[in-house]
């Protein structure tokens, strides 16, 4: 809404023509979003405590270490929601069709996250909204996002696959782009959700792979700098960069509320809603396997469940101590600390390796 009102004054007032520029807002995004974070936390939180008497569950069959974490409320999702939903209300073009959709994604998925939560805490137990039914609406709420975004997009490229490490590639996947971007959403969604399970541990790497993507909505929105790159010009989608700003100032907000030891949890309310926001950002910009880069602690987490699951099924055997795998290293005697600490150097190294793919091509 700012750049609504402001931006058209700067033909009389030369201080307003800030309003024009991306780096501008995003900064003032990310200011604003940490801001009401600060404001709105403590009382958020106490809010919370008054409605959950006994704090998120805790698994019978997790580490003994999270036991003396009963009674921490759940839920802190929403003040990234909240934080980084007015932040972006302020600074983002409105008149982009790409920031409603992306706003969307986060929102519905946000809902999703917050049911399952609720879920949980009425039934007293750590499984909440049948994995099914999450699922069902999940890729349901993704499909109305692409389907906008097929609708909304004027690129002839917009059901191609660009390669990394390849310049002026696309490889066309037709038809099949709609079930493939659905997937990248859910399956960026439910990946930060996984690897939210220890105090600080999601919410770092998700701002760091926010800021990647917002430097590489900048870049594929500006004709410029995509050229110079030879990444592909999404026109547009250089306001994306203010969302990602706005997740990043709502995500160290809440993040001061969640350093050791947590205040609150994020609970499935903000892991679903980041991770998907995540996703669609990568589906605009087509760098979809970059975020498999940049994200790639989020994928290594998901990984290890999925071979826990399957080598447990087929021989009866467990390949790590404990699914996922940042419990296997908990159950290995590692400090919760040190675990978070080094989970977050690696995602600074695939932040580092995945902006790498931008020039070397």
Known sequence: MLYHFLAPLAETY?????????????????????FISFIIGPSFIRWLKSMQAGG??????????????????????????????LSILLW?????????????VITGFGLVGLADDFAKLT?????GVSGKIRLLLEFLIAAVAILAYLHFTTDGFDTGLA??????????????????????????????????GLDGLAIVPVMIAAACFGFISYLAGNAVFSEYLGIHFVPGTGELAII?????????????????????????????????????????????????IIGGLFVFETLS??????????TGKRVFKMAPIHHHFEQKG?????????FWIIAVILALVGLSTLKLR
């Open 14 to 34: 030369g201080v307003f023509n800030l309003f024009n520029y991306l780096t501008f807002r995003t900064g003032g995004a990310v200011m604003t979003a940490l």
């Open 56 to 85: 998120q569950p805790i698994r019978d069959d997790g580490p003994e270490t999270h036991f003396k974490k009963a009674g921490t409320p759940t839920m802190g999702g929403l003040m990234i929601l909240i934080s980084s939903g």
């Open 92 to 104: 983002a073009d409105l008149t982009n069709p790409y920031v409603w959709i992306v706003s969307f």
């Open 123 to 127: 039934s007293r137990s750590h499984k």
């Open 163 to 196: 390669i990394p490490f390849l310049k002026d590639y696309l490889l066309p996947l037709g038809l099949f782009f709609i079930p493939f971007a659905m997937l990248v959403i859910v399956g960026a969604s439910n990946a930060v959700n996984l690897t939210d």
């Open 244 to 292: 990602c700003g706005a997740l990043i100032g709502a995500g160290m907000g809440f993040l001061w509320f969640n350093a050791p030891p947590a205040m609150v949890f994020m609970g499935d309310t903000g892991s679903l809603s980041m991770g998907a926001g995540l996703g669609s950002i990568a589906v605009i910009v087509k760098h979809e396997l970059v975020l498999v």
């Open 305 to 314: 469940v999925i071979i826990q699951v399957i080598s447990y099924k087929l």
């Open 334 to 342: 590692w400090s919760e600390p040190t675990i978070v600490i080094r």
